[in-house]
Structure formats: C-alpha cells, structure tokens
C-alpha cells in the first residue's frame, strides 16, 4: 500500500508510530484519571447523577489532548531514535550518507500533521469545551441536573418545605424513609412521612415536579394552640413541588480561554475594548500560538536526547526530556498570567523563553549532529554514571565478618587417630 515510500521511511514511520500513540494514550488516560476521581468526589458532593462525570470528563479531552500530543511526539521520535542509537542502526546508517535531515523527513511529517490538529484543538475545539465544562459544572451546582435534593440531608426548598430522604435507588428513580415538612401561607404546617416515592414530570408547568409518595402519613398542624393535629393515613399522595428558579448560565467569553481565534483577534487588538482585556486577550493569543509553534523544535530536541553516549544504555535522555518540556510549559503559564494582568508586553513574556529555548535545543542537536562524538548532556551523563556507581557501592551487600579469636592450623602431616 505504501511502496511508493522509501524503506528507510516507512521502518522510521514504523519506529515512531507506535511509541507516539502509546505514549499520548497514557498521557491523556493519566491526566483523565487525576480529574476523574476529583470529579466524583465532586459529584458526590453535590448529589449528581453520576454519568455526569463522563460528561464532563469528554469536555476535558480537547485541553488534556492539546497537553498530550506534543509530549506523544517529543517521545515517540525520542524512544525511535534512542532503539536505532542502541542497536547500532543509527551508525550504519550515517556509515553510508544518511544524515539526521534525512532520517528526520518522516517525523517532521507527522510534526507537521499534529501541529495541524494542535491548532484546531487550541483555537477552536478547546475554548467551546471548556465552556461546555463550566456550564456543566454550573448546572450540577445549582440543581439543574436533579442534583439538590442529597440522600441523608434536610434539603429546603422555596423556603416552605424540608425534605430528607433515607436511600435513592435506580440512580435517584425510586426514594426509601422519606419525610416532608410543608408550611402554607395559612400558618398550617403538614408533616409526611412515606416508606417510598418518586418524582413526576409535570407537563403544565415546568417549574412543578410532582412526588409521588407510597403507604405513608399526614400529621396536619394547623397552628391553634388548642387543636388537636390531626393524623391521617395515605396509601398514595401526590405531593406538588416548586422548583426553585435557575438563572441561565452565562453567555461565552467570560473568559479569554474561551475565544476561539477569529474573536482573540477581535477582542485583542479593538480599541473599543478596555486595556485589560486587550491585555488578556492577546496573552492568551501568543500563549496558544507559542505552544504550537514550539512543536517545530520538538525533533531536533528528540533526537538530541536520544543517542547514549558510546557503550551505554542510559535513559537520562527521557527523563530530561519530559522535565524540559513541562518546565517549559509552567514557563509559559506564568508569562502569560504576567502578560494577562499588563506588566509585561505578551511578546516578552512568551515569546522570550521561546527564544532561549529554541536557542538550546539548536546547540543541542547541532552538538549530536555535527560535532563528531559530541553529547548534548554529557556532563549530565558523567555525574549520572558517577552517582550510579556510589549508590551501588553503597548498598552493595557486604561479606560476613571472620569469627574473632585466635586459630590454630592443623599440621599438615597429622595423621588421623586411630
């Protein structure tokens, strides 16, 4: 299918295809997994139907992707690279005129087609999922989801009723141990208790969900001091209640996260906005567009990390590489926090470490590339092997200690008693 690729192309394909895909899965699963378990502690919390986390969680896959990908690249080159520098591959193949241009066409390739996808999810999928999530988020705080009344609590509503429930079963569609109290604007107050109940959708009026109670009672107490309360037995009740009214969820662009590219453009440079958003604005602009563009550098510095010195198999190389690339990240965050409030221009604040960054990765690989022997972090490599080696030494198991004391050796030409 693909014979009008070289072989040398198609077997790198191969290399870094498989890593990169392992590794984005991972990345996104690991970062999915930390927000799902605060996400159903959450949920919980608040009482919600639990397939709202998934929900929310398929909301969070844009920005987490947007994470993964150039992390997926970075190591997938790397960990392709670093297989041919230690099954000797790499050196037959320079051994007859491959250069690291050459070897690097198929993954600036696949660098160019998720650069492609990065933009898409940075400036248009990702802001309209997050506003999805914050709208979910929303609704599940103030009850919109069914998510007011909580099992074991007194929940009010309008004021005028109390409502506690013992057990919810089939996700909250059939109620055990319930008890009510209902005040009216006569004073009467009405205390019911029912062994079980469930909610009904009313089709007059929104606002009004009906309850449904089962085998329960009525203690009326009208509120003279003389009277009796009067008590009276049900076998089904509908019990009406008002929903309390929910205040729509604001309109997006609350936030500059959530401008898609055609309005931080807008938003950014139009004089009828106030500086501070323009301010914001535009560091969230360069703040995405310097992510994406950092993705270019990613091969060179993959291949920079990835070739052991000579006789060696160290991994230091992934481990630098994964602290660079997140530090790199946090950098970036807190320039544009500082560019986003107005006390350094957007250009500064982002662009500047891109441009120390760029810097080292370029001395990098032209260290790798074109100094014979030469090693992008072999000082990093000497102190590890030479930490390696004390650690080692360290807790190597030492020999048993001789008994104390005096011997006594045995003549040779004794001869055994008889």
């Known amino acids: 299918m693909f014979n009008f690729i070289p072989a040398i192309d198609r077997y790198i394909l191969r290399l870094v295809i498989v890593p990169m895909l392992g590794v984005f899965a991972i990345a996104a699963s690991l970062l999915l997994l930390d927000k799902m378990l605060r996400l159903f502690d959450f949920v919980a919390t608040e009482g919600g139907p639990i397939g709202i986390v998934f929900k929310m969680l398929a909301s969070l896959m844009p920005e987490y992707a947007s994470l993964a990908i150039p992390l997926g690249l970075l190591?997938?080159?790397?960990?392709?690279?670093?297989?041919?520098?230690?099954?000797?591959?790499?050196?037959?193949?320079?051994?007859?005129?491959?250069?690291?241009?050459?070897?690097?066409?198929?993954?600036?390739?696949?660098?160019?087609?998720?650069?492609?996808?990065?933009?898409?999810?940075?400036?248009?999928?990702?802001?309209?999922?997050?506003?999805?999530?914050?709208?979910?988020?929303?609704e599940l705080r103030s009850g919109a989801l069914g998510a007011s009344i909580k099992v074991g609590e007194f929940t009010t509503l309008k004021d005028r009723m109390a409502l506690r429930i013992d057990e919810?079963?089939?996700?909250?569609?059939?109620?055990?141990?319930?008890?009510?109290?209902?005040?009216?604007?006569?004073?009467?107050?009405?205390?019911?208790?029912?062994?079980?109940?469930?909610?009904?959708?009313?089709?007059d009026s929104p606002d009004t969900i009906i309850l449904r109670l089962t085998d329960g009672t009525i203690v009326q107490d009208t509120g003279g001091e003389d009277e009796t309360p009067r008590v009276l037995s049900f076998t089904l009740h509908d019990l009406p209640i008002d929903l309390p009214r929910i205040e729509e969820f604001r309109d997006r662009g609350d936030a500059e996260r959530e401008?898609?590219?055609?309005?931080?453009?807008?938003?950014?440079?139009?004089?009828?906005?106030?500086?501070?958003k323009r301010d914001a604005s535009q560091a969230s602009f360069n703040f995405r567009l310097v992510e994406v563009v950092m993705m270019l550098l990613m091969p060179l510095l993959a291949v920079a990390l990835a070739i052991p010195p000579k006789r060696s198999s160290s991994a230091l190389g992934v481990f630098v590489s994964i602290v660079m690339v997140v530090a790199y990240h946090k950098v970036n965050q807190y320039g544009e926090d500082i560019a986003a409030l107005g006390r350094v221009d957007p250009i500064v604040a982002l662009w500047g470490p891109f441009v120390v960054f760029a810097a080292l990765i370029l001395w990098m690989y032209y260290r790798v590339a074109f100094v014979p022997g030469g090693q992008a972090i072999g000082a990093l490599e000497t102190a590890a092997a030479k930490m390696g080696k004390r650690l080692r030494k360290l807790f190597a198991r030492k020999p048993r200690s001789k008994l104390a004391g005096p011997q006594i050796d045995e003549p040779a030409n004794m001869a055994p008693a008889e």
């Open 259 to 276: 401008y898609i590219l055609p309005e931080l453009l807008k938003v950014g440079w139009s004089d009828n906005e106030t500086e501070a």
């Open 168 to 203: 919810s079963e089939d996700d909250g569609r059939r109620l055990k141990g319930i008890f009510a109290r209902v005040a009216n604007d006569e004073g009467q107050v009405l205390s019911i208790t029912a062994r079980e109940g469930n909610f009904l959708a009313t089709s």
């Open 75 to 138: 190591l997938g080159i790397l960990l392709a690279f670093r297989k041919l520098a230690t099954s000797s591959e790499l050196d037959v193949m320079r051994a007859v005129g491959q250069s690291y241009g050459r070897l690097l066409r198929i993954p600036y390739i696949i660098t160019v087609v998720f650069m492609a996808v990065n933009v898409a999810l940075v400036f248009y999928i990702q802001p309209v999922s997050r506003y999805y999530y914050e709208q979910l988020e929303y």
